[in-house]
């Protein structure tokens, strides 16, 4: 226990947990950052409850709340103000309000304004500081790698949506392609290191992703694309079949790039510990591992998939659609992925541990 106690970097901790108090304190005071105006709610009375019951016989309450509070930035800081708001139980459109919390105001003038959303930069900042710094203490530099490729990542994200606006969505597969690759090569090089693991790990999990869509692709002219509805995405200004590919490749690479890592490094590793083990039992070996990551991978992508589906097909369900119409309409395109990825997942097992095993004995010799 005593060890314990002295390998843990306690003053890491108090150095990370002064300065995560210090920047709470300043995003909970940085209404001056914002142009819109800001309400700090002071004063909350419930003025009326209603009840409301649809055609499908669905209950719901809703609420109206007299809001008192200050403006707290801009040149109409200092100001009294009150306004209504109307929340419901479900709080599926709108928000209940208490005391102490801040809000954006949309000021009409003559005394009148409408709340349009709470300001809730505070527990988003308070979020990514807390990962941020576990990754800093528990991780050392393999965190600080990880939050590199976040970062680099996440703006190559954005570069490829612009891209992608500018085009109006006609090479919207072609863009996210290549950015799966610049994803693959960028996590893989700060990860693992410029060398022949590497390499070896990012053709893996090109070869298998991109292997796994054209098989899809495949399936889908020899069955015509049956029971795949495209206008589930019915949001979406741009053509939803390539759309729909690309978000499979962007799905699917983590979880692929993740189970060929496990393999390679794993096999590496024994390779270094016993020169003389044969090509065949790294192999076999990497097959064994990848036995053991292949279902809880699949399975993490299917609730992945399937989760992000769920609030639209229960509100489906509680409209009087049926279980059929609902799954089609909300559920179908998340299953189709869950299974494309499976097939990159499963491809992934013998091409990393074929590619390992001819490298690493290439490299031995």
Request: hydrophobic fraction near 50%; charged fraction near 15%; proline fraction near 2%.
């Amino acid at each position: 226990m005593g060890n314990l106690l002295k390998k843990f970097p306690i003053k890491m901790v108090g150095i990370f947990a002064l300065i995560g108090v210090a920047l709470m304190f300043f995003v909970s005071h940085d209404d001056f950052l914002y142009t819109q105006p800001i309400m700090q709610i002071q004063k909350v009375e419930e003025l009326s409850k209603n009840k409301e019951i649809d055609t499908f016989q669905n209950v719901d309450h809703s609420y109206v709340q007299k809001l008192s509070g200050v403006i707290t930035n801009g040149k109409h800081k200092g100001e009294h103000i009150t306004l209504n708001n109307t929340y419901t139980d479900s709080k599926a459109m709108d928000k209940k309000y208490k005391v102490g919390q801040k809000a954006f105001v949309v000021l009409h003038g003559q005394g009148e304004s409408t709340i349009r959303d709470a300001k809730r930069d505070t527990p988003v900042v308070f979020l990514i500081y807390l990962a941020i710094a576990l990754m800093f203490i528990f991780l050392k530099m393999a965190g600080i790698t990880a939050i590199g490729s976040i970062i680099i990542n996440t703006i190559l994200f954005m570069v490829a949506l612009y891209f992608d606006g500018f085009n109006n969505g006609s090479n919207v597969l072609w863009i996210f392609s290549i950015l799966a690759v610049l994803f693959s090569a960028i996590t893989l090089w700060l990860v693992i290191g410029w060398n022949r693991q590497m390499f070896v790990t990012l053709a893996s999990t090109v070869a298998c992703t991109f292997l796994s869509i054209i098989i899809s692709l495949i399936v889908f002219k020899f069955t015509h694309e049956k029971g795949i509805f495209y206008e589930s995405m019915q949001y979406v200004t741009q053509p939803p079949r390539p759309l729909f590919l690309a978000e499979t490749i962007i799905g699917s690479l983590g979880a692929v790039m993740d189970e060929s890592t496990d393999i390679i490094s794993s096999l590496f590793a024994l390779k270094m510990e016993r020169p003389d083990v044969s090509r065949k039992q790294l192999f076999l070996s990497g097959r064994n591992i990848g036995k053991s990551i292949m279902g809880p991978l699949i399975n993490v992508l299917f609730f992945i998939f399937m989760g992000e589906t769920l609030s639209m097909t229960l509100l489906f369900l509680k409209n009087g659609n049926s279980w059929g119409y609902s799954f089609s309409m909300n559920m179908s395109l998340g299953m189709v992925q869950s299974l494309i990825s499976g097939i990159g997942i499963v491809l992934a097992v013998p091409v990393a541990s074929g590619l390992t095993s001819f490298f690493a004995e290439k490299r031995r010799k």
